[in-house]
């Protein structure tokens, strides 16, 4: 017997009950919509972190002090700018406070003292005004930078340079707004005030600097900076008294953790899919009862038992593969609608394929028992069957 005519008969027996068919399907479909739809938040996160590391740039590095006891100060960030010769340039950094009001508004936000080199060590552009200027850092004027989220918050979009804000009580003259740059889990550039960091260091009693940012001048000198660093500070303060870093680093963990959260994601979908084919192979078997004549019949005229046994393997996965079709296009769908309503998705052809293949995988798997049981069956016996 032809492959064609084997599909002709397997798909005649799928239609000869469609609601039957359609509601056995449905658990397939759940089943392959929810491994994309859900697939594609964590390929959508896992695109974010990189985006987001990428646009600080795979040559930075990340210093933090590890003990009290070890000072960092700006003379010594400046010192590093002389002693460490594939070193591009520093970006210090002191957190300060949150709220801020402005005629009666009132809102929480992440306030950074840094210094004149944020533009340039971030690799960030201006939406409006600039930036401040060395001058400014160095005499302490009040003035701020504001992401563009707080632009929207506080003035609806509108042009707030020249404008003033308060910080802790104390007013702030806006002086540029930073470009939308989006956000990683609600935080970000776009969320974030930045002022000289002399002022942040002055209204909080301090002379720390909470994090240096340090530009390698590429990113094959990155390891040769962080060493050279780490000697610096394990000279004057002792061993281990420095965290450093690099965004490489932690932009592999980060993707590590993300590929771990998609699997876990993924698997969780897929046990709906494992229940859609437990589900089709008691239809299966209903249909192996119902047909027993059929079969009896086919075996008394020349059917082999190869040819029943594909016969319902086939049109399992024949169901199995529909309902895949239409799962993929819910799943599409699916990722489009979650994407509206908030985080972000991306759906990799590859999550396609594994969710489309593993459906028509699971009919042949659920499909296997029914057709065999069809295959067994004595042609006497069937065709005495009521």
């Known amino acids: 017997m032809k492959l064609s005519d084997l599909f002709g008969v ?9 609601l039957r068919s359609a509601l056995t399907m449905l658990g397939v479909i759940i089943g392959v919509a929810s491994v994309i739809a859900l697939v ?31 000072r960092l100060t700006l003379d010594q960030v400046n010192e590093l700018k002389q ?19 402005y005629e009666g508004k009132e809102g929480y936000w992440s306030t950074q003292g840094v210094t004149e080199s944020f533009p340039h060590i971030r690799s960030h552009d201006l939406y409006t005004g ?4 060395a001058v ?17 918050d506080l003035f609806a979009g ?25 956000e990683y889990l609600g935080e970000g550039v776009d969320h974030t005030i930045y002022v000289p ?40 303060y002792g061993p281990d008294s420095v965290w450093i870093w690099t965004q490489q680093s932690m932009l592999e963990q980060l993707q590590e953790s993300t590929r771990t959260m998609t699997l876990m994601l993924g698997a969780i979908a897929g046990v709906s899919l494992l229940v859609g084919g437990i589900g089709v192979m008691n239809i299966m078997l209903v249909a192996v009862t119902e047909r027993t004549r ?20 086939l049109e399992s996965a024949c169901l199995c593969a529909l309902g895949g079709i239409a799962g993929v296009l819910g799943g599409i769908g699916g990722s489009r609608l979650v994407a509206k309503l908030g985080p972000r998705t991306a759906i990799s052809p590859l999550s396609i394929g594994v969710a489309f293949g593993f459906a028509v995988l699971v009919g042949f798997i659920f499909g296997v028992y029914p057709a065999m049981r069809a295959a067994r069956l004595e042609p006497v016996e069937a065709l005495r069957s009521d």
């Open 130 to 133: 600039r930036f401040f200027t």
């Open 40 to 70: 594609s938040v964590g390929e959508g996160a896992r695109r974010d972190v990189i985006e987001s590391f990428e646009s600080i740039g795979t040559n930075i590095l990340r210093l933090y002090m590890k003990r009290w006891d070890a």
């Open 158 to 182: 509108r042009n707030p340079v020249g404008k003033y804000i308060y910080i802790e009580q104390e007013p702030f003259e806006i002086v540029g707004v930073l470009e939308e740059k989006g």
């Open 294 to 313: 059929e079969i009896g019949l086919r075996k008394a005229m020349g059917a082999r038992q190869s040819h029943i046994l594909l016969q319902f393997l």
């Open 10 to 18: 397997s798909l005649r027996g799928l239609t000869t009950n469609k």
């Open 136 to 152: 400014e850092v160095e005499i302490a004027r009040p003035v701020a930078v504001i992401g563009w989220q707080i632009m929207q």
């Open 83 to 101: 002693r460490v010769p594939d070193l591009e340039g520093t970006l210090s950094q002191v957190w300060w406070g949150e709220r801020v009001t």
């Open 197 to 236: 960091i002399t002022v942040a260091m002055r209204r909080r009693g301090t002379d720390r600097v909470d994090e240096v940012l340090l530009k390698a001048k590429s990113r094959d000198t990155v390891e040769a900076v962080q060493l050279t660093v780490e000697r610096i500070f394990e000279a004057r």
